[in-house]
């Protein structure tokens, strides 16, 4: 599809020919965005040039979309973009030639993406028909012939490209050989450069300020859906993104809850509640999570031992084990801790963190030989629950490996969290 530069269509912007792929407009020449240097993008690109060459591929067909395990994927890591139109979006990566981002939009919307990706040819969908696009690039660049990769967009569910997009690619591309690699990407992820962690602490600060705005919020009266409110504010306020916020509350005189909500319902807190909750805020497409709970007046007495005698030191001793040189193995056995006691727990204990939660994970009774590796990013969750079944306590915090041991970037302090409870409140929460 042929651009159209802002100098010939000025006085036709609503001829939708002219619209869809239209550049060079300055319609946001004054936008400011924070970028990753050249150097980093370059590392990134040789990174997948040596998958590619290790694959025999002459091109690799890149996606990322809106959905929470793909959070743009390999897509935003090499562009910059996130998506939030379309199921994915695509960059065509050549072996020898420039890359092609394929967006979703055409239009304004396309003239800002060409401002903030990386890179610099970027095409509209014409509709959605992505593959088509794709597959102009791939002749434009001299591939028709070449072996064609596309890794899973969606690396948990192993979702690829939708099917009307993939036979596109095949009706346009006769002689192509187009090849559904595995993931890539978890290798290039796992372990990150300086300019990544930077993000990663952003975010993790992000989940600080969204869980203090949380428990200012937590008050008689006040109802989970204030709670995100107050969170989700909070992100969007420090120049983050939400990535997830899951908040519910139960009586601690009567408790059934084991995890928060990932939809908040209206219940309205009272006095004696608990909140239970985990954050995830992102940042440039990083992103961290925080739970702890959050007791609304002073909790019934056994809830307040389980915190203090189970759910803290529990996760303390989990905590010792996120050493480089030590093992998942050893974040299990550490974990023991709760079956030791009495208590039981949701299966997962600890995931890592690419984007979005990513490997590795450690579940009650499987952990593995992996090593812990300085620059990776590790959320530890464990979610202690009473025999009974009825009450659990998420206690969550993210953590970047160092060189000597662990860095917690979501630093809230670890103690019981008890809002203050005034008469009026506690009378008007009894009614």
Known sequence: MRATDFAEARAAIDDMGNFANLTNTGWHHDAVYETFSDAEYRRRYEAVYAQMDALGLDALIV????????SGGGMLWLTGHWEWHALACYVLVPRRAEPVLVYSMGGSHLESIRLLSWVTDVRPSMGGRFGRVLAEAIVEKGLDRGRIGHPPIDTRHMDYMPLNQYRDLQDALPDAELVLTDDIFHDLFVVKSAEELDCVRVA?????????????????????EDLRAAAASAIYEGGGEVDFLIIGSTSTHEPHLIFGNPRPSRRALKDGDVVLN???????????????????????????????????????????????GRTMNDVERAARFFRDNGYQSRPIHLHGIDLVTGPPHVYVGHGSDEVIRPGQVLMLEP?????????????????????????????????????????????????
């Open 63 to 70: 996606g990322g979309g809106p959905s929470h395990w793909s």
């Open 204 to 224: 993790g600060r992000l989940c600080v300020d969204a869980f203090g705005a949380m428990v200012d919020r937590a008050r008689p009266g006040a109802t989970e």
């Open 278 to 324: 985990e954050l995830a805020a992102g940042y440039r497409g990083y992103t961290a999570q925080i739970g702890m709970p959050i007791f609304v007046g002073e909790p019934e007495g056994s809830a307040r031992r389980f915190f203090e005698e189970v759910t803290l030191p529990g996760f303390l001793r989990i905590e010792a084990e996120l050493q480089p």
């Open 383 to 431: 979610n202690p629950i009473r025999a009974d079944g009825n009450l659990g306590m998420f206690f969550g915090h993210t953590y970047i490996v160092t060189e000597t041991g662990s860095e917690r970037i979501t630093d809230y302090p670890l103690d019981i969290v008890i809002t203050k409870i005034d008469r009026k409140e506690r009378r008007d929460s009894a009614h």
